[in-house]
């Protein structure tokens, strides 16, 4: 007996799809916000620029997306019906994906209110200079493979920026992860050695810089709540 594909399936069970949204399926209605925001976490981008995808999509992609979100409500549907929502380690999971998207919410929130341009990132560069040093010379083996060339000393101001900035995300002994050079050349480094000591640019560490700003901000916010809600963690290590 020939089988039906599923996506066949849900059209039988659920005429609407084909006549837009909303929608009721298992009991949840699905509107074109839901569609967009499912679609904006499957592009990794924000809603708008889902919103104009969704807009731009062929009708036949928007049925099989939004039959792929049907088939999820029904398996979610069967999974209550089967009692799993009253499972602890389900409870458990759907508590703790709760906490993490209505703290992500509010860290997306406040730092809106972050200053992060040029003049704040100058000042908490020049602050942090300990932060951001480098060898003044590495042995490395540098080519498109890591068995290309001998190893040999280089200073970091020959090396192309691409390799200097990857350097300043991660200056440790062994094999780095690899570089995408500017002409779409791969380069896979191995450092050996390092030598001397120097502060690297801020146009070598600015994304390093940025990130350690924001970081900083978060913590400042997070001690100002540790007060607010009297956050006390006492572990017997005994």
Do not use: C
Request: proline share 4%; aromatic share 8%.
């Amino acid at each position: 007996m020939k089988k039906i594909p599923l996506f066949f399936l849900v059209f039988l069970l659920y005429p609407s799809l084909a006549f837009g949204l909303p929608i009721d399926v298992a009991g949840q209605t699905l509107d074109q916000n839901d569609v967009i925001y499912l679609l904006s976490r499957q592009m990794k981008v924000d809603t708008e620029v889902a919103a104009l995808a969704w807009s731009e999509m062929d009708p036949s992609k928007k049925k099989e997306f939004i039959s792929h979100i049907s088939d999820v409500l029904i398996l979610a549907e069967a999974g209550k019906l089967r009692g799993l929502a009253f499972n602890s380690e389900v409870q458990r999971q759907l508590k703790w994906d709760s906490i993490n998207t209505l703290a992500k919410a509010y860290v997306d929130r406040v730092k809106m209110d972050w200053v992060v341009d040029q003049k704040t990132l100058d000042s908490f560069y020049r602050a942090n200079l300990t932060r951001y040093t480098a060898p003044q010379k590495i042995l490395a083996r540098l080519g498109r493979s890591f068995l290309d060339g001998e190893p040999r000393w280089y200073s970091l101001n020959e090396l192309p920026k691409e390799i200097r900035v990857a350097l300043g995300e991660n200056m440790v002994l062994g094999k780095l992860p690899p570089v995408l050079g500017s002409g779409g050349q791969t380069w896979n480094i191995e450092i050996l050695e390092m030598n001397g000591s120097q502060v690297l640019p801020l146009d070598d560490v600015r994304e390093r810089v940025l990130r350690d700003l924001r970081s900083s901000f978060l913590e400042k916010e997070l001690a100002r709540l540790r007060e607010r809600f009297s956050s006390k963690i006492d572990i017997d290590t005994n």
